[in-house]
């Protein structure tokens, strides 16, 4: 293989020739073996880099500290990656120490060397244009690497929310199709009182609806950034005017306004903003993991468990039992909640970890804070295209088990009272009788009355009966 030399702080290393990364990001390479995962994995991140990189050289250039042509030429290869090239040369594990010094060594040596190519010189040739002089200047990891996690963290919300968006947009359709089918409520998984199909799934829908806007609030937390920052907060080696007009160039290029943190120092330490974050994802993984035990348990059966609804079949479910389907959709679903969960975890963890000026272990965070949000919007996709659409209700069965509730009695609490009622249920569950056959056996009402009171479209809503 053909190399070229690079060198660090630790002295000469081979470096492939034709790679835009450099020895820091060797070494990287070499010491961070953990998640077999490569920050060219998360697009998101790696298009945030090229944004704070290219903002970067704009305000150095604006304030007359980088030469405009190197200036062009960093950006210009910041334009390419944005576009989507290059991103097979962010090669360094999303896992590593260093708090994240080793993916913007990564970015500043492809950006570097990519300049150089656009300026007619060959990679590594830094005298030229350098990854810490020049792509780096008035900045430092800290400052870069954050800013770059709340960007990414932010797009990767707008994706989840846009997928669970459609995913109530089809709760919703179902609620509208099963909105006259009557059906038993369960409390404690008991009989309560009717309501409609229509009603049970419209739940779902507004709790996604809920959530939607809790994530669109939390993230909002990412527009606040500590670009400026530099070390730990006192914006050392940076431009008095840097922090200010870089926030305004960055904020061009990403398409929304971004805020310098008020406190450098404290925002260059603080990781709050992701637990919150990460807190309303697990809060909607949560939810969605508890519709989808609502839809494997009133799917259950065919025949030997409630029945009520017919999820699609999506594959054989036994080795052994022929003519098996198992509810498999809702299940990949909540155990990517499960996942959730334990990332929230992690990241709770590691931010209440962090020392003094700064917090070192960034990139766990960032690694299960992109799992969390990028599972969830592939679990969303994958519920409505393969569930959720298909739902189909068993009309008769739903009838029948209405007919046959003794929950029907708790309708006539206004009118024959608490305590004939409590005779009514009692006597209906140890005869096997209807709710209706009891009270009319007794002559507590009239059919006429008793046909009034259970009104099938009068008993999903409030009402005040009395004789």
């Given amino acids: 293989m053909s190399t070229r030399i690079e060198h660090d702080l630790l002295g000469n290393r081979d470096v492939p020739a034709d790679a835009y990364w450099g020895v820091h990001t060797l070494r990287a390479i070499e010491n961070f073996p953990i998640t077999g995962q490569t920050i060219a994995g998360y697009g998101d991140l790696i298009r945030a880099l090229a944004c704070i990189k290219q903002a970067a050289a704009q305000a150095n250039r604006d304030l007359g500290i980088l030469d405009p042509?190197?200036?062009?030429?960093?950006?210009?290869?910041?334009?390419?990656?944005?576009?989507?090239?290059?991103?097979?040369?962010?090669?360094?594990?999303?896992?590593?120490?260093?708090?994240?010094?080793?993916?913007?060594?990564?970015?500043?040596?492809?950006?570097?060397?990519?300049?150089?190519?656009?300026?007619?010189?060959?990679?590594?040739?830094?005298?030229?244009?350098?990854?810490?002089?020049?792509?780096?200047?008035?900045?430092?990891?800290?400052?870069?690497?954050?800013?770059?996690?709340r960007l990414a963290a932010f797009w990767g919300v707008l994706k989840l929310v846009s997928r669970m968006e459609t995913l109530r947009k089809a709760f919703e359709d179902k609620a509208e199709e099963f909105k006259d089918i009557l059906k038993m409520g369960r409390t404690q998984l008991q009989d309560a009182v009717p309501m409609t199909l229509g009603q049970e799934f419209q739940t779902y829908a507004v709790m996604l609806g809920e959530d939607e806007q809790?994530?669109?609030?939390?993230?909002?937390?990412?527009?606040?950034?500590?670009?400026?920052?530099?070390a730990i907060g006192t914006g050392i080696t940076a431009h008095p005017d840097?922090?200010?007009?870089?926030?305004?160039?960055?904020?061009?290029?990403?398409?929304?306004?971004?805020?310098?943190?008020?406190?450098?120092?404290?925002?260059?330490?603080?990781?709050?903003?992701?637990?919150?974050?990460s807190g309303v994802i697990k809060r909607a993984a949560v939810k969605l993991s508890k519709t989808c035990n609502d839809l494997r348990l009133l799917s259950s059966g065919?025949?030997?468990?409630?029945?009520?609804?017919?999820?699609?079949?999506?594959?054989?479910g036994s080795s052994i039992m022929p003519g098996k389907v198992n509810p498999v959709i809702p299940e990949v679903v909540s155990q990517v909640a499960y996942e959730v969960i334990g990332n929230d975890v992690t990241i709770t963890m590691a931010a209440e970890a962090g020392q003094l000026q700064l917090n070192a272990f960034e990139?766990?965070?960032?690694?299960?804070?992109?799992?969390?949000?990028?599972?969830?919007?592939?679990?969303?996709?994958?519920?409505?295209?393969?569930?959720?659409?298909?739902?189909?209700?068993?009309?008769?069965?739903?009838?029948?088990?209405?007919?046959?509730?003794?929950?029907?009695?708790?309708?006539?609490?206004?009118?024959?009272?608490?305590?004939?009622?409590?005779?009514?249920?009692?006597e209906a569950h140890a005869n096997g009788s209807s709710v209706a056959d009891v009270v009319l056996a007794h002559g507590l009402l009239t059919r006429e009355q008793l046909d009034d009171i259970l009104q099938p479209e009068t008993l999903t809503r409030p009402r005040w009966v009395t004789l």
């Fill in 69 to 149: 042509k190197l200036a062009q030429a960093i950006v210009d290869a910041c334009e390419e990656i944005r576009a989507g090239k290059l991103h097979d040369q962010f090669v360094v594990d999303v896992i590593q120490g260093g708090a994240g010094t080793s993916t913007n060594m990564n970015a500043n040596e492809v950006i570097a060397n990519r300049a150089l190519e656009l300026l007619g010189h060959a990679k590594g040739e830094y005298q030229h244009l350098h990854p810490n002089e020049h792509v780096n200047l008035c900045q430092s990891t800290n400052d870069v690497y954050p800013t770059a996690l």
């Fill in 214 to 230: 809790r994530l669109k609030e939390a993230s909002a937390l990412m527009l606040e950034i500590n670009l400026g920052a530099t």
């Fill in 363 to 426: 990139p766990v965070i960032a690694y299960s804070l992109f799992r969390s949000a990028g599972h969830l919007a592939n679990a969303c996709d994958t519920l409505t295209e393969h569930c959720v659409k298909g739902i189909t209700a068993n009309r008769e069965r739903l009838r029948l088990s209405v007919e046959s509730s003794i929950g029907l009695v708790t309708a006539l609490n206004p009118v024959i009272g608490y305590e004939a009622a409590t005779r009514v249920a009692a």
């Fill in 302 to 316: 065919p025949r030997a468990g409630f029945g009520e609804i017919n999820l699609p079949a999506r594959q054989a």
């Fill in 242 to 277: 840097y922090a200010k007009l870089v926030c305004l160039h960055l904020s061009e290029l990403v398409g929304s306004q971004l805020i310098t943190a008020p406190n450098l120092i404290e925002a260059t330490q603080d990781c709050g903003a992701f637990v919150q974050l």
